[in-house]
T-cell receptor, first 113, second 115 residues
């Protein structure tokens, strides 16, 4: 079975500052990794995903994440945040042959003007 | 946007009453999921379906049942609602085959309050 830990429940950051949202996972099998974003009063949408290949993946809105197999991490980064990035961010994991996608508890990113 | 419609969008009900939430898709995707979202817990999988009449349990299935009689519809039923089932419920869909987990498309959610 897989599980996901997001170490920070809330992250406040000033506008135009860099941000890193941390995600660690556990799994006994090969995994797919994801970051989803939820804007206020909306459903979730895919931000980026790691399936295979390059460990650095780029997503929408200038976000990127790096898969580190030895540390079982998949941290999300953005070099300069905007007010519009204020949202809830969820890390998720799935076994490559499994039916289920398991989500972490989420990190609330608040961008301060 | 993926064609996913959840109904109702909001529901207030009383403890002990049955409640059915509906998820309708127009994408002809094979996989459909029901999640609940609660503060501090993120999204937790309740049940999922991998085809018509093919369903399986997720992490928090107790107190819930599902049915899928058509590809496009996935129903979630709370047989006897309890206050602990007050939550936001999200339906999600994904393609089947090797790409089944590559991307989930989510509906807009149903806010359920059990008084």
């Amino acid at each position: 079975a897989q599980s996901v830990t997001q170490l920070d429940s809330q992250v406040p950051v000033f506008e135009e500052a860099p941000v890193e949202l941390r995600c660690n996972y556990s799994s006994s099998v090969s995994v797919y990794l994801f970051w989803y974003v939820q804007y206020p009063n909306q459903g979730l949408q895919l931000l980026l995903k790691y399936l295979s290949g390059s460990t650095l993946v780029k997503g929408i809105n200038g976000f990127e994440a790096e898969f580190n197999k030895s540390q079982t991490s998949f941290h999300l980064r953005k070099p300069s945040v905007h007010i519009s990035d204020t949202a809830e961010y969820f890390c998720a994991v799935s076994g490559t042959s499994y039916d289920k996608v398991i989500f972490g508890p989420g990190t609330s990113l608040s961008v301060i003007p | 946007d993926a064609g996913i419609t959840q109904s109702p969008r909001h529901k207030v009900t009383e403890t002990g009453t049955p409640v059915t939430l509906r998820c309708h898709q127009t994408e002809n995707h094979r996989y459909m999921y029901w999640y609940r979202q609660d503060p501090g817990h993120g999204l937790r999988l309740i049940h999922y379906s991998y085809g018509v009449k093919d369903t399986d349990k997720g992490e928090v299935s107790d107190g819930y049942s599902v049915s899928r009689s058509k590809t496009e519809d996935f129903l979630l039923t709370l047989e006897s609602a309890t206050s602990s089932q007050t939550s936001v419920y999200f339906c999600a869909i994904s393609e089947g085959g090797q790409r089944k987990n590559e991307k989930l498309f989510f509906g807009s959610g149903t806010q359920l309050s059990v008084l």
